[in-house]
Antibody, heavy 121, light 108 residues
Framework: QVQVVESGGGVVQPGRSLRLSCVASGFTFNSHGMHWVRQAPGKGLEWVSVISRDGSIKYYADPVKGRFTISRDNSKNTLYLQMNSLRAEDTAMYYC??????????????WGQGTLVTVSS | DIQMTQSPSSLSASVGDRVTITCQASQDISNYLNWYQQKPGKAPKLLIYDASNLETGVPSRFGGSGSGTDFSLTISSLQPEDIATYYCQQYDTLSMFTFGPGTKVDLK
């Protein structure tokens, strides 16, 4: 069955960097765009970024533009989120999600369990 | 950027009640509107895509409608396992994806 598993979260100081990973299985990874979505503690969902199936198209939410970079390695079935210049407001659970169809505009149907990022001194 | 609003922000209902949650977009988004359910400590679950299409495996008591700027999610007969927070999400080519603020549903 479809599975996506995030890792790489942890406690990091403001201004530092962190890289999240998401390993996918159970579907043809290189046929689907992929999303990152985050949720601050006790708050709602916030879309972060999306990447096309071949990695050529990338979009970012305004709060992370210029600081976060989404990428993928289709040979490893792995999605990444490089997070630089981290701020306290980046503290959140970060979810990786697979759209229900190949395009990047499709609804996110398969979600991981999330990986928690805490930005604190 | 397109803004999404949801109402109510929370509601209490009894088992068997019909529950309706509304979502409004600040601009016309055609039918690019999805609904998710999230239970505490869990990842979101897709319920409805493209405004009115029921995702595979989702109970038929869930339904979505609307187009343009006004949308709704209806639970025809609330069940105890439906206690959750519900989010709408839109797609557009400029701001990409935007979630609504959520509607928390609990039992009366």
């Amino acid at each position: 069955q479809v599975q996506v598993v995030e890792s790489g979260g942890g406690v990091v100081q403001p201004g530092r960097s962190l890289r999240l990973s998401c390993v996918a299985s159970g579907f043809t990874f290189n046929s689907h765009g992929m999303h990152w979505v985050r949720q601050a503690p006790g708050k709602g969902l916030e879309w972060v970024s999306v990447i096309s199936r071949d990695g050529s198209i990338k979009y970012y939410a305004d709060p992370v533009k210029g600081r976060f970079t989404i990428s993928r390695d289709n040979s490893k079935n792995t999605l990444y989120l490089q997070m630089n210049s981290l701020r306290a407001e980046d503290t959140a659970m970060y979810y990786c999600a697979k759209p229900r169809s190949p395009g990047i505009a499709a609804a996110a149907v398969s979600w991981g369990q999330g990986t928690l990022v805490t930005v604190s001194s | 950027d397109i803004q999404m609003t949801q109402s109510p922000s929370s509601l209490s209902a009894s088992v068997g009640d019909r529950v309706t949650i509304t979502c409004q977009a600040s601009q016309d988004i055609s039918n690019y509107l999805n609904w998710y359910q999230q239970k505490p400590g869990k990842a979101p679950k897709l319920l409805i895509y493209d405004a009115s299409n029921l995702e595979t495996g989702v109970p038929s008591r869930f339904g979505g409608s609307g187009s343009g700027t006004d949308f709704s999610l209806t639970i025809s007969s609330l069940q105890p396992e439906d206690i959750a927070t519900y989010y709408c999400q839109q797609y557009d080519t400029l701001s990409m994806f935007t979630f609504g603020p959520g509607t928390k549903v609990d039992l009366k």
